[in-house]
Structure formats: C-alpha cells, structure tokens
C-alpha cells in the first residue's frame, strides 16, 4: 500500500478533523490560555482605571512581553501538551489505532500524519490567543511604547517554535506510553516546575544549555521580562532544538511500529 | 448500495482467483508456555459465511489477530486471499475488512466523520463508497449523530460499514453478535447473508452463539482449547453420524410394539408422542415405513433426526473433556 500526496493529505486531513472535534480539549487550551491573560490584563485595566497616576495603562511594551512569557514559556506549552498527548495516544484510546493499523497502511505513516495536524491545531490556538493579546498591547497601550513589527514577527516565530516544539514532544510521549493522562502529568511538572528550577541551577553550567527551556528563553525576542537566558553558540540552540524534536518522537514512532494492535 | 453491487460486479481479478478466501496451515500461538491457538488448519472457500464458532477463551480471537497480522504467530502459515501474511498484509488488507472484538470508534465524531477518516487512511478512492456503505448497513438517517449516542447495535454496524469501504472480498467479524438484542442479531444475520448470497463476497465469523453461526453460516469448525475439533459444513456438522431416525403415527404405543426386537433396529424410544430409533443402516429407513404402513399404522412423519449445532458443539467438547 504506497503512501502518495493525496493520501498524505487525507490523513493528515482525517487527524486534523478529529483534534479540531474533541471540542472539550480545545476549549481548555483556549482557555488556558486566555484566562490567566484576560485575569492579568483585566487586572492592570482596573487598576489603571482606579489610579492613572501611580498605574501605567495594561497594554504597551510590558504587557507583550508579559504576553510572550505567557504564551511561550508558560500557558501556551501547556495547550501545546494538551494537544501533542491527544494527538499521540487519541487513537490509542478510542481503540481506533487497531482498525487503522487493520487497514494495512504502514504503522510509521499512521504516526507521521498525527505531527503536522497537531501542530496545525497548536499553532492555530496560539495565533489566536497571540492576536487577542497583541490587540490588547496596543488597544490599552495609552501612551505606552508598542513593539514594532519586526518584533512581532520574531515573536510568532519564536512561539511557533516554542509550542510546536512542545507539541511534538508530547505526542512523542504519548505515542510512547500510550498514555494521555500520564504525559500531560509528566510534560507539565517537568515544564512548568521541574524545568525552571533546573534552567536556575547554576552550579549545571552549561549542562543547562541541553534543556529546552534554555534555549527558549535564548531565543525569545526582545523585550524581555521574567528569568534570563543562558547564553549559548545559535549552533548549540539548533542542535538542542532538533535533538528535542527528534528524540522522544522517535522513540514514540518506534513503539507505534512495536505496539501490539 | 448500487455503489457497492457495481463495483462487486466490476472486481478486480488480481487476488480473485488465487486460491480459498483464507488458507491455514498448522497454525500456533503460544503466549509463554501457553497455547492460544495449537496446529490449526483451516480452508475458508470463496463466496460463504462461514463460523469460527467456540466459546470464550477458545481461541478465536487470538487466531484472527494472528490471521490479521496484529500479533505474530509462533508457528504456522497463513494466507488471506492467496497471500501469505504476515510477508504480503498490506496487500492483502487491502481488500480485507475487519472487526476484531468490537468496533471502536471516536465517540466525539459523527458516522460519517468517523468512517470519513477511516476512509482517508485507506486511500482517496475510498471516499466515494462512504455515503453507499452507511445506506447498505442502515445508517444513513443517523451519520450525522456522534457515534457516543449510538447503541451497540449501531456501533456493529457502523463497523461493517467500516469494513465495506475497501469493497473487501473478504469480511473477518469477530463476534459481530455480541451484545445484540435479537432484533440487532437478526439485522446483522440477513446483513452478512445479503453479503455473501447478493454480493459474493466471503464472511468469515467468529462467534460463541452457536444458533446464530447455525442460522447464519454456510461452513463452520470448531475450536474447542485452541484446537479444530470439527469443520464442515453446517448440515455435516448436525447431521447425525448414527443414523437415528424420528417417527410420528396414529398410535406411538402400538409402533413401539411392533419395532420392538427389530433386527434394523438398535435403539428404540418414545419420546414427546414420537418414536426415536438408530438404525443399522441409515438405508433402511423405508423398510421401517413400509413395517408400520403394512400394519395399518399412519405415518405422518419420518425423518432423520437433526440435533442443533449447540448439542454438536456440547456433545464434542464434552467428549474432549471426558478424554482429557
């Protein structure tokens, strides 16, 4: 049974359908995204609203780089896993990979189809929490400096790659354990408690360049706000960043070929 | 379903004509030192239903998954279609449909959104025969319902429908009756005869419901312990190798009289109204009539007796048991 173009597509097109579906999974990446920006930013309007003196305006500079944090290194690799873990284990679950697997189409194109319609569910989401927060930036900017082009266009670079990252990381996982409850479980503590203090140990030295959230925070754009990057050679970023994006993947491929349907 | 009948009409002779729908040879599965399935062999002619009938834990299952390539086996050779599997699956799944335990779908999804994307993993031409496929098992008023509303029955058939998407030659149903109320069995019985008698296509069906393998098939064996105990077809396998015959006359007491110490005779009782009698010879069932008629009796039925398949299946799997 060859794999051509039109297949690809459809399969890719078939794994998009039923992520896109799973409504619950995407209201809640949504919503955790969304919620703690419209809280904080909510938060500044009131509190420019009571106090214009002592509080500047919510939007301007500060409030897109608390945006980025957000989207890049905290709430939107969240949603990332959400959507990466449904992805690699949704089939496993529903008990659908076994009629998949019974159609004889090769196990390695069941699995590649999952990557792209992940990403695609992930990116989507990101751009549009990313577009609600940028209009914010500006719309409650008051006199506040905003970012320039350019800036944004590195941010929706570098959060596409934050998040996709993520993504495919925890279909990986997932694919992996087949297991979606375990790798959210996992792939959250390890981002979002586990990594940071690890990324703040200093007595790691470079060691620390080896972690994702590194080299993240290496190539996040300016303005920056929240922990500092750990200075690194680009070289050393785009090897971590592939090594990342291959190795639990390819680990995940594996068990999807060895896994008994 | 013109759909369907036109493109069984126009099939492709490439894997048609290379032998039985599937071939098994001294097949094994051991799980440890456990033995799943031990030396079966089996032939599924082209064109029947045919049962894979024995109860839970017989084997059944097991023996599909191998058949199927889902799980390899220890031992053995297997073919579907007239290629080897596990070396030729791909091609061979190609034209196979299968439902392995039960059928399981994206419950979030629709019918027609979740054959939709079981059409798009088997290839782009499938697409056109999902609208044809839910019509033929009678879902076509309820594809736009999510598959979490629909019952079990429906779920079956969605998974038939499933299968009917590659237009297979060959439909492997792994206990497509279980759970079934006995309307949902009797959709799915005249289903799979419409299968094989409208559209010759050759179902092969694992069940532990030996009246509805009886109604439903051509062609069964049985497993009994990961072993074939019996094959054949289903008159072969109820017919009653000792020849015993039923009687029914005007008066039951006076034929016992007369049959009494029968030399043709070798067993001889009445039983609800009628006489019940193993012959010597299943030919001389005439000379019985011809007895009974000549002594002014009527006889208003005379045949062989027909046990079903559940007492076969009883009789040979307590025979098995004793010998162990």
């Known amino acids: 049974m060859k794999l051509d173009l039109i297949t690809a597509k459809e399969m890719i097109g078939a794994d998009l359908l039923r ?44 409030n897109y780089g608390r945006l980025l944090d957000l989207l890049g290194v905290f709430m939107g690799p969240v949603a990332a896993v959400l959507i990466g873990a449904e992805a690699g284990a949704g089939d496993l679950a529903a008990g659908v990979f076994r009629d998949n697997v019974l159609t ?33 930036t500006f719309g409650l900017a008051g006199g506040l400096a905003t970012p320039s082009l350019s800036v944004i ?34 792939l959250i503590a390890w981002e979002l408690v586990l990594s940071p203090l690890v990324v703040q140990a200093t007595s790691l030295g470079t060691l620390r360049r080896g972690l994702l ?23 050393v970023a785009v090897v971590v960043t592939i090594g990342w994006l291959l190795v639990l993947p390819a680990l995940g491929a594996w068990r999807m070929q060895t896994r008994d349907a | 379903m013109e759909t369907t009948h036109a493109s069984q009409a126009d099939r492709r002779p490439a894997l048609g004509d290379l032998g039985p729908a599937v071939e098994i040879e001294e097949l094994t599965k051991r799980f440890g030192d456990r033995i799943a399935v031990d030396d079966v062999s089996l032939t599924v002619p082209r064109g029947v239903a045919y049962g894979f009938l024995g109860h839970n834990g017989a084997g059944k299952t097991t023996m599909i998954r191998v058949l199927l390539g889902l799980t390899r086996a220890s031992g053995g050779h297997a073919s579907l279609l007239g290629l080897p599997v596990p070396e030729q699956r791909a091609r061979a799944l190609a034209r196979v449909g ?76 792994d206990e497509p009756m279980n759970g079934l ?40 064996a049985i497993i009994d312990g990961g072993r074939v105990i019996a094959e054949g077809s289903i ?50 069932a005439g000379e019985i009539n011809s007895r009974l008629v000549a002594a002014g009796l009527v006889v208003s039925r005379l045949e062989p007796a027909r046990r079903s398949l559940e007492d076969r299946f009883l009789e040979m799997t307590t025979r098995l048991e004793v010998a162990a």
């Not at chain 2, 609208?131 to 998974?159: F, H, I, K, P, W």
Request: with cysteine; charged share 25%; net charge negative.
């Open chain 2, 181 to 220: 109320d006995p309307g949902g069995m009797l959709d799915v019985r005249r289903m799979i005869r419409a299968l094989v008698d409208d559209e010759g296509r050759t179902v092969f069906l694992s069940s532990h419901l030996l009246d509805e393998v009886e109604k439903t098939c051509d062609v069964a």
């Open chain 1, 104 to 136: 004889g189409r090769s196990r390695l194109a069941l699995f590649l189809s999952r990557i792209p319609a992940a990403v695609a569910v992930t990116l989507s989401l990101t751009a549009l929490a990313f577009a609600i927060g940028v209009a914010a």
């Open chain 1, 213 to 235: 959230d590194s080299v993240l925070l290496f190539l996040k754009p300016g303005p920056l706000t929240g922990p500092p990057g750990i200075p690194m050679p680009v070289a």
């Open chain 1, 153 to 186: 266009l590195e941010s929706v670079a570098w959060l596409a790659l934050a998040n996709s990252v993520l993504c495919v990381i925890a279909l990986g996982l997932a694919s992996l354990t087949g297991s979606r409850p375990g790798t959210i479980t996992a």
């Open chain 2, 98 to 173: 299968a439902i392995v335990e039960e059928p399981s779908f994206y419950p979030h999804l629709t019918g027609h959104e979740n054959l939709k994307i079981a059409a798009a993993v088997r290839g782009p031409e499938t697409r056109q025969r999902i609208d044809g496929a839910l019509e033929r098992v009678g879902l076509d008023r309820r594809s736009r319902d999510r598959v979490g509303t629909y019952s079990l029955g429906m779920r079956q058939r969605l998974g038939v429908a499933r299968c009917l998407l590659s237009d297979p030659e060959l439909l492997i149903l």
């Open chain 1, 19 to 62: 992520l896109r579906k799973k409504r619950g999974m995407i209201a809640l990446a949504l919503a955790v995204m969304l919620v703690p920006l419209v809280i904080m930013t909510g938060y500044d309007v009131v509190k420019h609203a009571s106090d214009p003196g002592q509080y500047p305006p919510a939007g301007g500079l500060n």
């Open chain 2, 235 to 284: 008159e072969e396998l109820v017919a009653d190798e000792a020849g015993e015959l039923v009687v029914e006359c005007d008066d039951a007491d006076r034929a016992l009289a007369l049959l009494a110490g029968d030399p043709a005779v070798r067993e001889l009782r009445a039983e609800h109204g009628a006489l019940r009698m193993k012959l010597l010879a299943r030919d001389q």
